[in-house]
């Protein structure tokens, strides 16, 4: 029999499926009796609704409802709740105004839903959305967050002054500036995190039905999800006001998610509502352009102003950060968590830093809302501290290596607790360091710096060391159910958005009951079948879902050896399992695991006082994180006459811990090495500052990475420092890319242009920003 387990190259089993068009995405999904709705959208970012008239709407052919924010809530419907409320330091919440699905009274960004058109077909409900008149009194607008609380700043809401919807401390700030005052080199930097546009392959869609009578009633929802359970519960208790046995959500395919389809979403609420008031399941798709680019919660966004000190040794005494973080119009999911709670226990990095303070200022801003995007706090830490490393030993004429080298910490000083919090149970910077160079050659680097100058061209090698905290959240469930031919269903509750979970999950279920993986099935994305789940987000699926399928499995086995020892005539503690045998210990007696299963759902074949069946439920919840880590290393020549760039190198080591799947795991370090060149060099999403209006709303004006921007990576790991605070060993793995190459990449372009006095540059490093830098360079050195 062929086993496929831990640690083993396979091919993603889902795969055939999505590769042969069989794929089941929602928009694939049609009901019978199904309708079509399109919301219509503010074209203002800010502006009073000082009526709006639907006559017309309602008039025109086909249509069957024009929703609006005041029927809703007439009709009990509640606003969408916040996830996370933050503390400020004296005590009080942070600025929540509610937020309905429909706006009213006030829209506050540009594609604020006013109203939902339902209608025979999708044609006609576009054509009557275009019939709905709104009446607009328009108002200033604010969208800049390092400007959205300057005194005079329009207000996004009265109740928040200077825009702020709160401000939270972290560390101990009379430490920090102790570390700061005995300092012999301080260094400054202000940064900004530029905000972008998830763009996920597959757009945000909805399908809803209502089954039953108004009071008794079951809602149902097809929708791209990360996790079915936290949409239930916050449409079915915060929305919906019924229990969660009331309200089915179905997720299939999903298309990427990357943090973006984690929330809930004004569409998802209005489908539902339109589906009970039509008693017809109504249907909703994105568009990309009107829909996507104007409401997908959007990334980042964060303005940083930055101290660093540093001992006559170039050891680091201290660190203080003072952050703007745009909130954008609404608050959601867990927006505020990301750049409080999420980020700073991580602005230590990997370094033995004494003394950190954080400063946050949450700000509302006249923009789309900003929430949890790869990494989710974690690569802003690390593209922070990264560009800090770099900046400090260019200024202090250190190379910046050396000056990592100092302060890393050491893995003879494992577990480290560091001054934000965590404490790091493994990992050997300086030898991943070393192995990363090695392998990116940086030795032979100047030789190759002088040839391409030669030659006209400019080059840099960046380096970037990140660390991230994953792997732990609200716990998983696995629910191993096995038939009497001894086939192996597992229902859990996290969700796959193309990272290869159903692959992995029977890689696991394989190693521990030694089946081929096509007797392994597994069931993800609906509330009905998957009694309770986390979803994904943080890399937390494998490390909490993956461990709770391993103990489940080891339940199976279990049960497996008292059915084993009855039918063997042998004691329970006599019966050992490998390689899917039940086996007698010291003989050559034993049972396959397909005939124990047929034993264990025929009563006349168990042994007294035994539960029919091998089904095992298991919940599992990590009460550590743990603490993937890694080198990032860039080489790029840049043309100094146009800013065109080419990534000549890259190469990247991590440290994972444990590998369940060497393959899919070079997919996803690969995928966000891609998301991360892509925010670094190429992505932004520009707002005009005057009008709020969005100028980057299609992909003719949002430059998205192509094949061709991401280079051939050199990726390796090292896989002989198991975690010591996950069972099996791993840690996270699905946001790494992502945080690394922000940072190595612009360290890489600042590299290159350094001879040019520049010592800094902001994403996105466009062609054009870097010509216009490298113009300005000139222009001042002809002056002095």
């Not at 040019?756 to 002809?782: C, F, N, S, Y």
């Amino acid at each position: 029999m062929t086993k496929f387990g831990i640690g083993q190259a396979v091919r993603r089993t889902e795969d055939l499926q999505l590769l042969t068009g069989a794929g089941q995405y929602t928009a694939d999904v049609d009901w019978p009796q199904q309708t079509y709705a399109v919301a219509v959208r503010s074209p203002y970012a800010h502006a009073h609704i000082l009526s709006m008239d639907t006559a017309d709407a309602e008039a025109a052919p086909g249509v069957l409802a024009v929703i609006t924010g005041a029927q809703m809530r007439a009709d009990g419907v509640g606003p969408m709740a916040s996830n996370i409320i933050v503390t400020q330091p004296d005590g009080s919440k942070m600025v929540d105004p509610p937020r309905y699905a429909l706006a009213e009274g006030k829209v506050r960004h540009v594609g604020d839903p006013v109203a939902f058109v339902v209608a025979e077909t999708l044609e006609q409900a576009r054509d009557a959305a275009e019939l709905v008149m709104v009446d607009y009194d328009d108002l200033p607008a604010v969208t800049d967050t390092d400007l959205a609380d300057a005194d005079g700043a329009p207000l996004v809401y009265d109740e928040a002054p200077n825009n702020r919807c709160f401000t939270w401390e972290y560390g101990d700030e009379a430490t920090a500036d102790d570390g700061m005052a005995k300092a012999a080199h301080t260094v400054r930097l202000k940064l900004i995190n530029n905000r972008i546009v998830v763009n996920s392959m597959e757009p945000r869609a909805a399908l809803a039905a209502y089954e039953g009578n108004a009071e008794t009633g079951r809602y149902v929802l097809h929708t791209p999800t990360q996790g079915v359970h936290s949409v239930q519960r916050q449409l079915a208790q915060d929305v919906f006001g019924v229990d969660n046995s009331r309200m089915r959500i179905l997720t299939g395919h999903v298309g990427g998610g990357f943090g973006m389809k984690i929330f809930l979403y004004p569409e998802q609420v209005c489908a539902l509502y339109a589906a009970r008031k039509l008693g017809r399941p109504v249907k909703w798709v994105a568009e990309r352009s009107y829909d996507g680019f104007t409401t997908d919660k959007q990334g980042r966004d964060h303005v940083s102003d930055i101290e660093l000190g540093l001992d006559s040794d170039y050891r680091i005494t201290g660190l203080k950060i003072t952050l703007k973080a745009a909130m954008g119009a609404y608050i959601s999911g867990f927006q505020a968590f990301i750049p409080t709670m999420a980020s700073a226990k991580m602005y230590s990095g990997v370094y033995a830093i004494p003394a950190v303070f954080l400063r946050v200022h949450g700000l509302f801003t006249n923009t789309t809302p900003v929430d949890a995007y790869r990494g989710a706090g974690r690569p802003e830490a690390a593209y922070l501290l990264e560009r800090l490393m770099d900046k400090a030993a260019l200024d202090l004429g250190i190379d910046p290596v050396e000056l990592r080298m100092r302060n890393y910490i050491r893995p003879d000083q494992m577990p480290f607790p560091t001054s934000t919090g965590p404490t790091y149970d493994s990992g050997d910077f300086p030898r991943l360091t070393r192995i990363a160079l090695e392998r990116a050659d940086r030795d032979g680097f100047e030789a190759r710096r002088a040839e391409a100058e030669a030659r006209g061209k400019l080059r840099g090698m960046g380096m970037a060391y990140y660390i991230e905290c994953c792997g732990a959240g609200p716990g998983e469930q696995a629910d191993i159910r096995v038939d009497d031919a001894g086939r192996v269903t597992l229902y859990i509750g996290t969700q796959d958005n193309g990272q290869g979970h159903q692959t992995a999950y029977k890689q696991i279920v394989s190693d521990r009951l030694g089946l081929d993986l096509d007797r392994i099935t597994v069931v993800q994305g609906d509330t009905d079948l998957v009694e309770r789940g986390g979803g994904t987000g943080g890399s937390r699926s494998i490390p909490e879902g993956g461990v709770a399928v391993r103990n489940a499995a080891d339940g199976v086995v279990d049960k497996g050896k008292i059915i084993a020892a009855g039918i063997l005539e042998a004691a329970p503690g006599d019966i050992d399992f490998a390689d899917g045998q039940f086996t007698i210990v010291g003989t050559d007696r034993q049972v396959g695991f397909e005939e124990v299963a047929r034993a264990a759902h025929d009563p006349s074949r168990l042994p007294p006082d035994t539960e029919p069946g091998l089904d095992v439920k298991v919940r599992h919840k990590a009460e550590v994180q743990t603490y993937p880590n890694g080198c990032h290393v860039c080489e790029l020549e840049i043309d100094p006459d146009t800013g065109d760039l080419e990534i000549v190198n890259y190469v990247v080591v991590d440290d994972f811990g444990t590998v369940v799947n060497p393959l899919m795991l070079a997919g996803q370090v690969h995928g966000g090495i891609g998301q991360g060149l892509g925010q670094s060099l190429l992505e932004e999403t520009v707002y005009d500052k005057e009008t709020g209006q969005l100028l980057s709303g299609s992909f003719m004006d949002y430059c998205m990475p192509r094949a061709d921007d991401i280079p051939t990576i050199d990726f390796s790991y090292v896989d002989d420092i198991p975690c010591t605070t996950n069972p099996l060993g791993i840690k996270g793995a699905g946001e790494a890319g992502a945080i690394g190459a922000p940072p190595a990449s612009i360290n890489a372009i600042v590299d290159a242009l350094k001879n040019l006095g520049i010592h800094h540059i902001d994403m996105p490093a466009t062609k054009h920003k870097i010509w216009a830098t490298i113009q300005a360079a000139r222009e001042r050195q002809a002056a002095e």
